[in-house]
């Protein structure tokens, strides 16, 4: 697969007038573009057809060489452990007098789509993201839905912040609420993006707006409702377990179920085993 | 276009909190100025030999051979030997470079181009500008004696570097270009490739595999002396 590739790809890299390339970083210090990668695809794309474009987010712009470097640092070793990506390049412009190969022409296109909007805003934080995926990696809720799931370029953690803030919450609410808050993300990411926070931040807003669902807001009333009275809640979470464990006992999951068919309309609900943590911990904790 | 421009700067102006007062225009100045440095890794606190032996073991921790000649006059027996050692053939594209023209090819039995590489060129020759030890990266800056697609095309890439050439960190590297390119009328290369192993994809079914686009071996010849 990989040699075909290889051959195919490259009569397409030697075929081409232009070649379109993204950028991980542009540097206002020189003027260069900088991509990375491990495949040297980027390399073939920008040095030989004519003309090389080069299309980036504003936000891509860090000020210096040397905090470029810096950043270089992490970013391999955050994405995929490695020290150093293989291929780093820095580009200054097109052929000059001389070279033997090279674009003859080099056009940068800055794209703002949404991101100037973002400064000063709850979730400008997630400009400095450097594209890393470290957050992809240590989410839980990422490892068991994938990253099609999220229905955008950027998934996991990330994605769950920047779509909304690029598209607009109101194409994108239900992502904020992909997330169990558990913090990883903020953890390990090497940018330090405070990622949880606006996470809460949007489904606050998704509250404030009206966008959050009528079902699940009053779904949510009702838990705390209960949630505010332990007795009670304990009375009927072992009500509702036993109830499903029954029913469950045979398949040991529901293809189907009241209230939930939109989550068992593709998966299915594993049933509960019988007695909730409260409970068990009580009993064992007597004996 | 210009009206895109317009608006974009006025956004970032309004989102970004800005004093435009002197002191921190002069705080600006003297940054870019004095290249100021993040913070530097402690593995390359250590003399030019120990950054020669850190340069290699990193280079060939990311699957680079790595060998060492006394002299280039070396240089073609010791390409010539690693290619026979690899069933490959002896014929290279080689880098336009002042200093691999000094060197007496005839003598050996390489036969190299002088001339950026072709589609079908199997290994090519060059120099570097520089190797970085931290991370066994090389340097690669293109000019008429550099063509960057000697970097890329061969399936083996050869690279020729001193080791008075080889240096402890990313920013030594920048400070050595800038200062090699003073007086030249550009402040940096058009062009400047740091290469750090050989051409890698985790993309097909998420197993390693090498030689993807770029090359599949790399080659480093390390030059004692000059
Ligand atoms: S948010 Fe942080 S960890 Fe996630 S991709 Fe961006 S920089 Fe990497």
Redesign the interface.
């Known amino acids: 697969?990989?040699a075909d590739?290889?051959i195919v790809?490259?009569e397409q890299?030697?075929k081409a007038d232009v070649g379109i390339t993204g950028a991980n970083f542009l540097i206002a210090?020189?003027g260069?573009t900088v991509i990375v990668t491990?495949?040297?695809?980027g390399?073939?794309t920008q040095?030989?057809p004519r003309v090389h474009i080069a299309l980036a987010g504003?936000e891509k712009v860090v000020?210096?060489?040397?905090?470029t470097?810096?950043i270089?640092?992490v970013l391999a070793r955050s994405a995929?452990g490695?020290?150093?990506?293989?291929?780093?390049?820095?580009?200054?412009?097109?052929?000059?007098?001389?070279?033997?190969?090279?674009p003859e022409a080099f056009h940068v296109v800055?794209l703002?789509n949404g991101r100037?909007?973002?400064?000063?805003?709850p979730t400008?934080d997630i400009l400095r993201c450097i594209r890393c995926g470290c957050c992809l990696n240590a989410c839980p809720v990422y490892g068991k839905i994938g990253g099609h799931a999220y229905g955008s370029t950027y998934s996991g953690p990330v994605g769950a912040v920047l779509t909304p803030s690029l598209a607009g919450l109101s194409e994108a609410h239900h992502l904020p609420n992909a997330s169990s808050l558990c913090g990883r993300c903020e953890e390990v990411c090497p940018m330090r993006i405070p990622i949880p926070k606006m996470l809460r931040h949007f489904r606050e807003e998704e509250v404030a707006s009206g966008m959050a669902p009528a079902s699940a807001r009053r779904g949510i009333a009702l838990w705390a409702w209960f949630a505010s009275r332990p007795g009670l809640y304990r009375t009927m979470t072992s009500l509702t377990t036993g109830v499903l464990s029954l029913f469950g006992r045979k398949r040991g999951r529901f293809s189907s179920l009241p209230m939930a068919g939109a989550w068992t309309a593709t998966r299915d609900l594993a049933s509960p085993q019988g007695k909730s943590f409260q409970s068990q911990w009580a009993r064992r904790s007597k004996s | 276009m210009s009206e895109?421009r317009d608006a974009?700067f006025t956004?970032?102006r309004?989102?970004?909190?800005r004093s435009d007062d002197a002191a921190a225009r002069r705080a600006v100045a003297e940054?870019?100025a004095g290249?100021?440095?993040?913070?530097q890794?402690q593995r390359i606190a250590i003399d030019q030999e120990a950054l020669v032996d850190l340069f290699a073991e990193?280079a060939q921790a990311?699957d680079a051979t790595v060998s060492f000649i006394n002299s280039a006059g070396d240089l073609p027996d010791a390409i010539a030997d690693y290619l026979r050692s690899r069933n490959m053939p002896a014929q290279a594209a080689i880098a336009?470079h002042p200093d691999l023209d000094g060197i007496d090819w005839s003598a050996s039995t390489m036969e190299v181009h002088r001339?950026?590489p072709k589609?079908d060129d199997r290994i090519g020759i060059n120099r570097c500008f520089a190797a970085v030890a931290e991370?066994g990266?090389l340097v690669m800056a293109?000019?008429?004696d550099s063509?960057?697609?000697m970097?890329?095309?061969p399936e083996t890439h050869i690279a020729v570097v001193a080791a008075s050439e080889i240096i402890g960190?990313?920013?030594d590297m920048?400070d050595r270009l800038r200062s090699a390119n003073r007086g030249s009328g550009?402040?940096?290369?058009?062009?400047?490739?740091?290469?750090?192993?050989?051409?890698?994809?985790?993309?097909?079914e998420q197993t390693l595999?090498t030689?993807?686009?770029?090359?599949k071996a790399l080659h480093i010849v390390v030059v004692k002396e000059g």
């Open positions: 697969m990989l590739a290889r790809l490259r890299f030697l210090e020189t260069q491990n495949e040297g695809n390399d073939l040095l030989l504003i000020p210096t060489l040397e905090d470097m810096t270089m640092r995929t490695q020290e150093m990506s293989s291929y780093t390049t820095f580009s200054a412009g097109g052929r000059r007098k001389g070279d033997l190969d090279g800055l703002d100037s909007k973002l400064l000063g805003s400008e | 895109a974009i956004r970032v309004g989102g970004i909190p940054r870019l290249h100021t440095r993040g913070l890794p990193n990311v336009p001339r950026a589609a991370t990266t293109s000019g008429p063509p960057a697609t970097n890329f095309l960190s990313y920013e920048w550009e402040a940096l290369p058009r062009t400047v490739n740091m290469i750090t192993g050989t051409s890698r994809t985790g993309d097909i595999q030689g993807v686009h770029g090359p």
